[in-house]
Each structure stands twice: as structure tokens, then as C-alpha cells.
């Protein structure tokens, strides 16, 4: 089986080196790519915003499988145009992938579900977001309705700052909204769930770390790090998300014309009001995707494949190593605002050295001096380890061996729940 990988960042590396242990995969592309991919498949430039760009790439390569990573090309209709050519792809319709592309579309969807979430108003003027504020009381939960690469929420106490937030959502112009949302107490969880439109397996828990500093201080980020699995989670958590989350939202997406394929991540909050749905994502989450693909035994490119060509309820169960990975992810100089790029990388083999520990690249670049940064998330230090502490410990040591001029990362990644690493 030939796989082309659409995406740059250290979840596309994650895939990458998933794949690559599955031995019923042979060739595998990835587009673009990044330096650290590169070094371990062939990559191909194409626009990843562009659908048809896409598409006329998988035509070309003449692979069986293409599986998109990102989500913009996923709203602009990436996997449409793949399959257009006859090439099944892992990766949900522009039609579907709205789950993630608006939020208020994934609103609608859960309450049609009958899925527990956080009430909301969508909004379209600011009279309407003031009255939403004064409803909700803080902590204000203020939300792009669109795509915002990881950073259009704002959750804070300051009301001037979450209208703020709003009148710069809405300033956008044309359609644009904004989504005031209650506050949901309570640890957050992400689990994923690979699906055929029909049948839906979920993977293993996972949980993130959205802020940019250490103790959950300064902006919200792309990801900054996570861990599997979650040792304080309820037993019963997957199979309770899976029966009255994941499956409802599946089946309604089916019943609505719109079956979704690929991957569906429910953000959870565990409140004392029971399990909600913070919001939906239409791909593979990153960082979490990370630590989870590396915890899992069975061969994905099959898993991929069945899900893509509507065969997932045929699959045997998946298996799962023991133990945990810990992700950390290095960050450039001023990210997430204004990420400086173009830093000599150093440390990589030396770091990949340490046990347990695959160095997963995002924002790099190969130049004749070495490989630089090129992004505001560079590098994602994944480490298995017989426990969480003992993931955690291989991931900071490998982390000290990384230099990068003013770059930072969160020093408390699982600490928490690994509190002896």
C-alpha cells in the first residue's frame, strides 16, 4: 500500500512514524513535509490550503491512500478532490469537516445528537455578545466561529478582554460570529475516534496543555504538550463517550447526508455536572496525536485504510503497548504571537539518543548550516516509558539536550499526574 500524507507539523511526523511500522505500507510520501520528515520518507511540495492541489497531487502519485492531517485543507474540500479522482482518503468532506470549520454548526449538530455540552449563544453583533457576557458570567468563554489554528478561544475573568475578543471575531466582516459559551469546571480530556461514517473505534485518552507557560499562565497556544493515558480518568470514560458522544454524533452526521470519515476529536470537560463536549475537531489533535500514536501496537495504515473504504467493523479490536508517553512541545522565540524563525537547531541526534524518545519535528526547515526553525511550534519530544513518570523523565532529558536560541517550553507537562518523575 502507498500512502501520501498531507501536512507539515510534528502530527504528520507522528503519522509518518506510525506508518512506517506498518509492514503492509510500502511507499510513503508526505506533502509538504518538513526537515525531520524528510529524513525519513520522501516529500513532495504542494499548497496545503489548496483542495484541488491536492487532489491533482494524489492523482499523480497514483497512491492508494491519502491521509490529511491538517484542517484547513480539509474545510476547503481537500478530501472531495481526492476522492473525485477514485483514491480513498482518510480525512472527512468539506460538508462534514464543519464539525471543526464552525462552531456553530457543531452546536446544532449536538443538540440534534442529544449530546451534553456547554450552552451557548452564537452572536453576530456586539449588542448580542454583551447580553451573552452578562448571561454566562465569567469565567467568559469567547470563541471564533472559524478556524483560528488553535488559538480563536479566550477564557478569562476580565469581561473587557472577552469583549474584546469578540469585537475582533466579528470584525473579520461578511458572515462572521462569535460563540459566548458557559464555563465548564472540570479537568479536559481528548479522545479521538477513528471512524467509517458508520462504525467508530476510539483510541486511547489523551490530555493537552493549551496554554503557553508553565501552571496553565499566558495565551492559548497550538498545544504545548500532553500525555497518555490519564491515570485519574474514570474507568468507564471511553466506553461512556463512545455510546453517548462519538456514535450519536456519527450517527447524526449520516442521517443528516453529511457521513463523517476520519478522525473525529471530542474535546471533553470532566465538570461536576457529568462529561461535556467542549468542541469538536475534524482531524488528528497535535500535540496529543503524538504520545496516542505512539502507544498504539496495531498497524495503522489498515486502520486508516478500512476507515477510508467504510471496512472498520471488520478490524479485530485494537491493541495498545503498556505503559505511557509524555509529549513536550519546543516553542520558538515570542510564540505563539510573533514566533521567531530562521534559529539554528541544536542537539537532535543527541536527543534522539535518550531511550524511549522519538524527536518529532513541526516547524523546521533544512538549510546548508544545519536545520533552523521555520515555525512557531518546532519540535514535539514524545518518550515512552514503562510509567508515566518514567515517560515524563525521558522526555525532559532529552528536551536539556535541544538548543535553540530563546525558545521556550512548559516544564509541567504530566507533572501532575506523574508527581515522583
Known sequence: ME???????????????????????????????????????????????SAQ???????????????????????????????AH?????????????????????????DEAGVDTARAR?????????????????????????LAAGKGVVVTSDRDEAFAHA??????????????????????????????????????????????????AGPN?????????????????VADVTEHVLQPMIDTMRERGTPFVGLLYAGLALTSRGTRVIEFNARFGDPETQGVLARLASPLGQVLLAAATGTLGALPPLEWHQGAAVTVVIASKGYPENPVTGDLIGGLDEAGAVEGVTVLHAGTRAT???????????????AQGES??????RAYEALDRISIEGAHHRSDIARAAAPDA
Open 53 to 83: 492541489a491536492i487532489g491533482d497531487l494524489a492523482a499523480e502519485l497514483r497512491v492508494d491512500l491519502v491521509v490529511i492531517g491538517p484542517e484547513v485543507p480539509l474545510v476547503a474540500g481537500a478530501a472531495d478532490a481526492v476522492r
Open 86 to 110: 477514485g483514491i480513498a482518503c482518510f480525512g472527512p468532506s468539506a460538508a462534514a469537516a464543519q464539525l471543526e470549520g464552525s462552531k456553530a454548526f457543531a452546536k446544532l449538530v449536538m
Open 388 to 393: 508515566l513518570a518514567q515517560a515524563r523523565k
Open 368 to 382: 546548508a548550516d544545519g536545520i533552523v526553525t521555520a515555525g512557531g511550534r518546532v519540535l514535539s519530544i514524545t
Open 221 to 237: 497556544t497550538g498545544g504545548m504538550g500532553a500525555y497518555s493515558p490519564l491515570p485519574w480518568a474514570p474507568a468507564d470514560l
Open 122 to 146: 452564537v452572536c453576530k453583533a456586539l449588542d448580542e455578545v454583551a447580553a451573552a457576557l452578562d448571561e454566562f458570567g465569567a469565567p467568559h468563554v469567547v470563541k471564533d466561529d472559524g
Open 3 to 49: 500512502i501520501l500524507v498531507i501536512g507539515s507539523g510534528a502530527r504528520e511526523h507522528a503519522l509518518v512514524t506510525a506508518l512506517k511500522l506498518d509492514e503492509t505500507v510500502g511507499r510513503i510520501i508526505c506533502a509538504p513535509g518538513n526537515a525531520g520528515i524528510a529524513r525519513d520518507v520522501q516529500t513532495r511540495e504542494v499548497d496545503a490550503t
Open 167 to 216: 469585537r475582533v471575531c466579528l470584525d473579520r466582516g461578511g458572515d462572521a460570529r462569535v460563540v459566548i459559551e458557559e464555563y465548564l469546571d472540570g479537568p479536559e480530556v481528548s479522545l479521538f475516534g477513528i471512524t467509517d461514517g458508520t462504525t467508530i473505534i476510539p483510541l486511547e485518552p489523551a490530555q493537552d496543555f493549551k496554554r503557553a507557560f508553565d501552571g496553565d
